[in-house]
């Protein structure tokens, strides 16, 4: 067994690195060294624009210092403090925040660490209440083929895309899933919300019909579908949602993880699509991405079923150590304060139409097959390589970084999602790079 603390760091072998071609990349790495507003800095000293908000997530751009200042504070006032059957004022005032913030229903929060955590700890508060209300046979869980609600074992089993299920078996059972709602002939080149598609949330009556009401807990999905190359949501496709699973006692979870704190020019998605959910899960933005932190927002009418038994019985047999971590609160309590101080989700519903007309005109690209956005999102979508060993997605991914430009990679769709304090100097960029690179693709 080794002691030695100085190894090399150049040494690339012993980490794994997640949702990452390790062998591409430990050929030819490409290393990110510090970051400041819009930009990350390679080892090499060059300037990447990040087009991507770090994981859809840096919201107020890289280095804010009121969020470095409030982490560096409560470090040195208090590092850590346990969650169970103890608490600590920053994580009271953030929930407080939080709520006055959400959809007027939303009134309590329960703390996580990550948006896989978020999703599961949101399922195991819908099979408890139904539980609590005497209807402990609803247990099955209805996701959306091509969601993607994280990597836990139940984010995984009620997600939709083939490779983040294949190599993990059954997992959670009593899944099922509706039809995703990306539809290329029907909606090319939509601007902001596809206008055919809602009645594909019809599809729910048919597994309701299935499975019966009574065995059926909750519906996730995402108001817009991120991780698997932006999918917005068709006009009126989440309100049937909604019409449907309040006919049949179902709850309906939000996955906000990635739409939350004003990525679609609203502070949640739940806004801007004007549709109310019963759990809400969110993540990333919440803390600008500098410390790890999720959350779960529930009604007072889930809260207050659970509320039950003697007052000194915990209700909910779940939790994390880090669950309201102090220096997460802390960060979260800034990132709040920064969105409000610097109007960053009136910024993003400000620059929508011209975040639109950018994107949009690079339609007249012949490998480009689909542009879709929503906010300050765009999924600028590929047509497949002729060579079926080469992935056209991967070669523009790369081609952009070398040419100083950072973006989300998901098959042979480009995802953007910038910072909110974008510049529109900043957006002509994006684009402009995104024209060159793409017109040279082979």
Not at 25 to 50: H, I
Not at 156 to 165: E, M, V
Request: aromatic share 8%; hydrophobic share 40%.
């Amino acid at each position: 067994m080794s002691n030695n603390l100085n190894s090399n760091a150049n040494d690339l072998q012993s980490y794994w690195m997640p949702f990452t071609a390790n062998r591409q990349f430990k050929s030819s790495p490409r290393m990110l060294v510090s970051a400041k507003g819009m930009y990350y800095k390679t080892g090499d000293g060059r300037e990447v624009l990040d087009g991507s908000a770090g994981m859809w997530c840096v919201n107020a751009g890289h280095g804010s210092e009121p969020i470095i200042a409030a982490i560096r504070e409560q470090a040195g006032q208090m590092d850590y403090a346990t969650a169970f059957q103890m608490g600590h004022p920053k994580a009271f005032e953030l929930a407080n925040r939080l709520t006055s913030l959400l959809p007027k229903d939303l009134e309590h929060v329960f703390f996580a660490n990550s948006g896989s955590e978020a999703v599961d700890t949101a399922l195991k508060i819908a099979l408890a209440y139904h539980r609590a209300c005497g209807e402990g046979s609803r247990t099955k869980f209805i996701g959306r083929e091509r969601g993607y609600h994280g990597v836990g074992f139940g984010g995984t089993a009620i997600g939709g895309i083939p490779n983040n299920r294949k190599q993990f078996g059954n997992m959670l059972s009593g899944v099922d899933h509706l039809p995703h709602t990306h539809n290329i002939k029907k909606n090319a080149f939509s601007r902001g919300q596809p206008k055919w598609g809602a009645l594909l949330a019809e599809d729910l009556e048919r597994l309701v019909a299935l499975h019966d009401a009574s065995n059926i807990a909750a519906v996730i999905v995402e108001p817009m579908a991120g991780s698997t190359g932006v999918l917005v949501p068709p006009v009126n496709y989440l309100n049937r949602l909604r019409d449907i699973c309040d006919r049949h006692g179902i709850l309906l979870i939000f996955d906000e993880v990635i739409t939350g704190f004003g990525r679609t020019g609203a502070a949640f998605g739940a806004e801007k699509f004007s549709v109310q959910p019963d759990l809400m899960t969110m993540a990333k933005g919440l803390t600008n991405g500098a410390v790890p932190m999720s959350a779960v927002a529930t009604t007072a009418k889930i809260y207050n079923a659970m509320m039950d038994g003697p007052t000194d019985l915990i209700e909910f047999f779940h939790g994390y150590t880090y669950s309201a971590h102090p220096l997460a609160c802390a960060a979260a309590i800034a990132t709040l304060n920064v969105y409000k101080n610097e109007g960053l989700f009136e910024r993003a519903a400000e620059l929508e139409h011209y975040w639109e007309e950018a994107v949009h005109s690079l339609k007249d690209l012949e490998k480009i097959i689909d542009i879709r956005n929503i906010g300050l999102v765009a999924g600028i979508e590929l047509a497949p390589s002729k060579n079926k060993n080469n992935s056209i997605g991967y070669n523009c991914f790369l081609r952009c970084f070398e040419e100083g430009l950072l973006l989300r990679q998901t098959g042979n769709t480009m995802a953007l999602s910038p910072p909110l304090i974008i510049q529109k100097n900043e957006i002509d960029r994006i684009v402009g790079i995104l024209r060159d690179v793409i017109d040279h693709l082979e």
